[in-house]
């Protein structure tokens, strides 16, 4: 900074930095000294006269000090400032003598370091601490005085009160770092608080408050009051918005300032001024805190310790306070909002999966001891789809918000019900009992108030549900393997037909998971050939010739070997994997059965296994369609064996079908009968080739009369319906002989062969026919 040096007077030489500043201050003083004719002077002495008069005009305070930064001359307004009606108190002093030590020693130094290096402190800012304890800040230029050979021999000053700009600068720095904070997303409380803090010290023998009003709601409660004592707080949270609850009921009520400036005799504080005035709070300037578009979101209060109004600092200040505060509630409002819908469902309003899934980590992190137990229970509206697909989404939407609000109304206020997706709940049975008899209460309640009666679109219609339980710790020790679990058992329930619970099992589990990878491996195994099949031949009791075969399914597993069709074709049934591996056999079947159709000279009949599920598959009548054209072979040589559960499913499509298979030229033979409960008499209904007598009737049949007379009556029904009658199973020479004098038409077992290798039955083949075989 460049320096110069400005001749004031003869004798005085003042360096300074602001040139031109101290410029225009000589101009203005020279003026002030014309107007008052005062001596034009050469020396120290006249000239320092000559000073103090221009001074004493000047309103800012001025002085001027020694080289021991002692005071020299004084004007009045820093007389003032020191509360003195003469020089005398200060003349003589240095600032160490007349302000508390941190400061005069502050200034003092400042001082003499200036005077060292002749730099002048040009609008420097600083604060000293009024008589009655305020704090007055100054912007103060010192500038050293040198006498006529250079010397320094002291320091001419000016100050400035900037006090007020100083404070509101103050007050928007601590404003503009409460705008930060709210940004930042600090609570709302902390934010409020600091805000209010900073209009208690900004308004002496205040205290502030902030009453929150809810969206909705009709009494204001607690938001910040960080001077306020509990017991005055509590007191105060939750009065109603109106026209006589107090200054800042009264406020959110009309939407506009209320001042109380005397509490004690104040309508609006009637019920609440003994509390105030034992709290020290005479009067109460309460402003509503609106938020931009207009929306009443609490009040703001300014309590003083003195029957008074606000004067014009405090309505700004107030002002600035209300509007941070809108900006800073708003924020919050906004946050809860979006807090709200990534936590919860917007159509239910329950907590979603997420917050599910926080809730049971939140319990499973909680019992640390391993003590604690809470069960899950998966909850899914049976036929729900009904209900969207006849009366529409929106009724859909409708039976999810009214189950919601009745699985919540059920329950414990310490249970937790969120909404898992689409129609599925998940209910949380939190420190509640996972004894199986306690938690069935529950299910039961659970399952009786989403049964209630639902009227809709005029409509009155019921809502049943399939409920799984998962029981913590037993079940899973997380969320995922709980849920998992839950649902599990949820789809057990909906197996065991709907509108019931059940319990996760993990037996049960592990025989799913079994049966899963079992599917997936017969899956494999048709694509892979694994699967071949056996022939079991079956003889005419008369002839004792070979009329026909049995084709069974084997598997060849790749690492288990050779698996029974009892370990598979179950489960190939529930899944309907059957039909797959079903079509599979009958085309292999049909083109064994083609290659005996040609070189055999009496015909043999090839019969095929059926499976219920594969019979009501729609494509049955195509399939043997297609697998005899492939095959060539004549449709009276294939025979299908059906079992008598698969046929009394659903009699009418079943006649129907056996009745294009029979115009077909097709066979059927009623497979393992006996063990179901066909009648009689509709027995005769269907178009049927074949009863097979099942095996049980055999094995017995030389044990105990009852399975003899068993079979003896269905061979004499099968020949009274003109159907032939075999008896499978047979394993011994004496049941031979016994169907033979029961008159039985056709046998098999293992007595007269073993399921066998296609080329086995080439070898019968040409034992029985020896010339047909070249
Ligand atoms: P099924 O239809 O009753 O087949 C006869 C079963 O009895 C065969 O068992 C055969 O090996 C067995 N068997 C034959 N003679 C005797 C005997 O004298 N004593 C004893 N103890 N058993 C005898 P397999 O091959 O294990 O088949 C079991 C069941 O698997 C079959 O019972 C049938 O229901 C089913 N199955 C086999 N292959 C197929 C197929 O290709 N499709 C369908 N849907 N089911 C099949
Ligand atoms: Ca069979
Ligand atoms: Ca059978």
Redesign the pocket.
């Known amino acids: 900074m460049s320096k110069k040096s400005i001749l004031l007077s003869e004798e005085v030489v003042f360096a300074v930095d602001d040139a031109e500043a101290l410029a225009e201050k000589v101009e203005a003083l020279r003026a002030v000294a014309e107007e008052h004719s005062l001596p034009d002077t050469t020396s120290w002495d006249a000239h320092s006269l000559w000073f103090d008069q221009i001074a004493e005009y000047i309103s800012d305070p001025v002085f001027m000090k020694d080289r021991s930064s002692r005071f020299v001359m004084v004007n009045e307004a820093l007389r003032n400032h020191f509360s003195v009606n003469n020089a005398d108190p200060i003349i003589g002093k240095s600032d160490l003598e007349l302000h508390p030590p941190e400061i005069g020693l502050k200034f003092f130094d400042e001082e003499q370091n200036l005077m060292a290096t002749n730099e002048a402190l040009v609008g420097h800012e600083e604060f000293v601490y009024l008589p009655d304890g305020e704090v007055q800040w100054l912007s103060t230029t010192k500038v050293p005085v040198s006498d006529r050979n250079g010397n320094i021999i002291g320091l001419f000053g000016i100050a400035r009160d900037i006090t007020r700009r100083k404070t509101s600068e103050l007050l928007r720095g601590r404003q503009s770092k409460v705008l930060e904070m709210i940004a930042a997303g600090v609570p709302l409380t902390t934010v409020l608080d600091e805000l209010l803090l900073l209009v208690e010290e900004h308004l002496r023998g205040t205290k502030a408050s902030i009453l929150l009003l809810e969206p909705g709601a009709k009494s204001l409660h607690h938001g910040s009051a960080p001077s306020l004592s509990k017991e005055y707080c509590s007191a105060i949270d939750g009065i109603t918005v109106g026209q006589k609850s107090g200054s800042c009921g009264a406020a959110a009520h009309r939407g506009e300032d209320v001042i109380a400036s005397d509490i004690s005799n104040d309508p609006l504080w009637r019920d609440h001024k003994v509390l105030a005035l034992a709290h020290g709070l005479k009067s109460c300037a309460s402003t509503p805190i609106i938020s931009p578009t207009g929306r009443i979101l609490g009040s703001l209060a300014i309590y003083s310790d003195k029957v008074s109004t606000p004067d014009e600092v405090q309505q700004a200040l107030t002002y600035e306070t209300a509007r941070i505060a809108a900006i800073a509630i708003e924020r919050d409002l906004a946050e809860s909002k979006i807090r709200f819908l990534a936590e919860n469902d917007p159509l239910s309003e329950l907590p979603n999966r997420n917050m599910l899934e926080n809730q049971i980590q939140e319990l499973v992190k909680a019992d640390v001891s391993g003590t604690q137990n809470f069960s899950l229970v998966f909850v899914d509206l049976d036929k729900f789809k009904h209900v969207n697909d006849s009366l529409g989404h929106s009724a859909g939407d409708k039976v999810i918000q009214i189950v919601a609000d009745r699985l919540v109304n059920c329950l414990r206020p310490t249970d937790f019900v969120a909404r898992f997706g689409g129609d599925e709940f998940v209910i949380l049975l939190k420190n509640g009992s996972t004894e199986p008899d306690k938690i069935r209460m529950v299910l039961e309640r659970i399952q009786e108030a989403i049964n209630e009666p639902i009227d809709l679109e005029s409509q009155t219609f019921e809502i049943c549900s399939s409920l799984g339980i998962s029981l913590y710790p037993q079940d899973g020790k997380d969320a995922k393997t709980l849920l998992k679990h839950a649902d599990h058992a949820m789809y057990e329930a909906k197996a065991l037909g709907r509108n019931c619970y059940r319990f996760y099992s993990a037996k049960l589990a592990a025989e799913d998971a079994a049966k899963l990878t079992l599917l997936q491996e017969i899956r494999v195994g048709i694509r892979e050939e694994q699967f071949f099949l056996e022939f079991?031949p079956q003889f005419d009791l008369l002839s004792n010739q070979m009329t026909g075969v049995?084709?069974?399914?084997r598997w060849n597993h790749p690492t288990r070997g050779r698996v029974?069709?009892?370990k598979f074709?179950l489960a190939a049934e529930e899944s309907g994997l059957?039909s797959e591996l079903?079509n599979w056999?009958l085309l292999e079947a049909c083109r064994q059965g083609s290659e005996w159709q040609k070189f055999a000279r009496d015909p043999i009949v090839i019969s095929?296994?059926?499976?219920a599920h594969q019979f009501f598959s729609g494509d049955l009548i195509d399939k043997i369609n297609d697998a005899l054209d492939q095959t060539g072979l004549d449709p009276r040589l294939l025979e299908l064996?059906l079992t008598e559960s698969s046929i009394i499913t659903d009699p009418d499509h079943c006649i129907q079908t056996m009745e294009t298979l029979r115009d077909m030229g097709v066979r059927i033979a009623l497979?393992?009968f006996g063990t179901g409960y066909s009648s009689l008499s509709t027995l005769s209904t269907f178009p049927l080739n074949k009863l097979k007598i099942d095996?049980s009737f055999i094995q017995n049949m030389d044990k105990g009369n009852r399975e003899l007379g068993i079979a003896r009556a269905i061979i004499a029904l099968g020949q009274e319906l003109e159907m032939r009658v075999i008896a499978?199973?047979?394993?011994t020479e004496n049941q031979m002989d016994q169907l033979k004098a029961l008159n039985c038409n056709d046998v098999?077992?293992?007595?007269t062969g073993r399921?066998m290798h296609r080329g086995m039955i080439d070898g019968l083949l040409s034992d029985q026919y020896p010339n047909s075989l070249n």
């Not at 049995?550 to 399914?553: C, F, I, K």
């Not at 095929?608 to 499976?611: D, G, K, P």
């Not at 499978?728 to 394993?731: A, L, Q, R, S």
């Not at 098999?748 to 007595?751: E, P, R, V």
């Open positions: 079991q049995e084709a069974l399914v029974p069709p009892d074709i059957i079903g056999v095929v296994n059926v499976s064996e497979d393992d095996r499978e199973g047979v394993e098999q077992g293992y007595f399921p």
